[in-house]
């Protein structure tokens, strides 16, 4: 009667596990992730702290449950790698927290703006803030309330964790830049937003941020209904803005951002959005490229990623 099991070489990759097994069985018919399951429990790690890349071509095997071992081109006495991918934070804990420092950095500088600005005037009193100024501090409290919102109610992450590391990063862009930066040069007395309004920019400027922002929103609950919920499958997206470009989600989020600038008439919004659209470029040439493997000739190939004609 046939062996209804097979054996896996293990071998240690880069930072390596301490009491790594030279050697697994899995019953025949298993999926991939139980590679990673029965690897995780015999290490005594998290599941997702394990890489595991085959030997033969050093290809990923993926951990995911749907994809049986047999389709991963693994057989019985093949080699395969693993490698400790570091302590794990879950996708959604370190937006929240990401997303949490400009959300209390604006209204706290604004609030107590004479704490933190010397008095331009020689009145014992503080100058109140602007009405640019505290339109502002909505704007932009708003906008990233609404990051807040979307990260526990409609993001799906496509992976479930990334290294601890990260979070200092990530949040050396949203709680500096975003954060103490952007929101030092906007509500200082001598700021430009200190000064009267100016109707020509800040009226076109918030509907340009409403709109940016309800769009951006749509393209997100669309993104979201192409994946089941513990899945990562996808459908090609489809609707409003997807026929233009690659990522409409971060067109929209561009708008929004421009109609910060035309709102603060800061330059450092200017500096933040600018270095946000750069990031967003190189995402969305990566996932126009992930695209096009996945789906092949379904899938309709755009000349344009964020910015229709030009980019």
């Not at 095997?61 to 991963?72: G, H, L, R, W």
């Not at 930066?181 to 800040?202: C, E, M, N, Q, V």
């Amino acid at each position: 009667m046939a062996s209804q099991t097979f054996g896996l070489e293990v071998l240690p990759k880069g930072k390596p596990f301490k009491n790594i097994p030279s050697e697994i069985s899995l019953q025949k018919g298993a999926s991939a992730s139980e590679i990673y399951q029965q690897l995780a429990a015999q290490l005594g790690t998290s599941i997702h702290r394990v890489r595991v890349t085959k030997g033969s071509d050093g290809r990923l095997v993926p951990n995911d449950k749907e994809v049986p071992v047999s389709q991963t081109g693994l057989l019985d006495g093949s080699k395969i790698y693993v490698k400790d991918l570091g302590t794990q934070i879950d996708w959604q804990t370190v937006y929240v927290i990401e997303y949490f420092g400009p959300l209390i950095i604006h209204p706290l500088i604004f609030q107590f703006r004479s704490h933190f600005y010397s008095n331009p005037t020689s009145s014992s009193s503080f100058p109140p803030p602007s009405f640019v100024q505290s339109l502002s501090v909505l704007v932009i409290s708003l906008h990233f309330f609404k990051r807040e919102i979307e990260t526990v109610l409609v993001h799906r992450f496509s992976n479930a964790t990334m290294p601890f590391s990260n979070i200092y990063k990530n949040c050396g862009h949203y709680w500096g830049l975003a954060g103490l930066f952007l929101a030092y040069f906007t509500y200082s007395p001598t700021a430009p937003s200190a000064g009267s309004i100016t109707p020509l920019l800040t009226y076109p400027g918030l509907a340009l941020f409403v709109f940016g922002e309800l769009a951006n929103l749509y393209t997100h609950l669309v993104l979201r209904s192409l994946r089941r919920p513990g899945t990562k499958d996808r459908q090609i997206p489809r609707g409003f803005g997807f026929g233009l470009v690659t990522c409409p989600n971060y067109m929209f989020e561009t708008v929004a951002w421009l109609g910060i600038i035309m709102i603060t008439k800061s330059w450092a919004t200017a500096v933040f959005t600018a270095v946000g659209f750069v990031q967003m470029v190189l995402w969305a040439q990566k996932k126009e490229r992930a695209y096009r493997k996945e789906f092949g000739d379904k899938y309709k190939k755009k000349r344009s990623v964020i910015i229709p004609g030009i980019i």
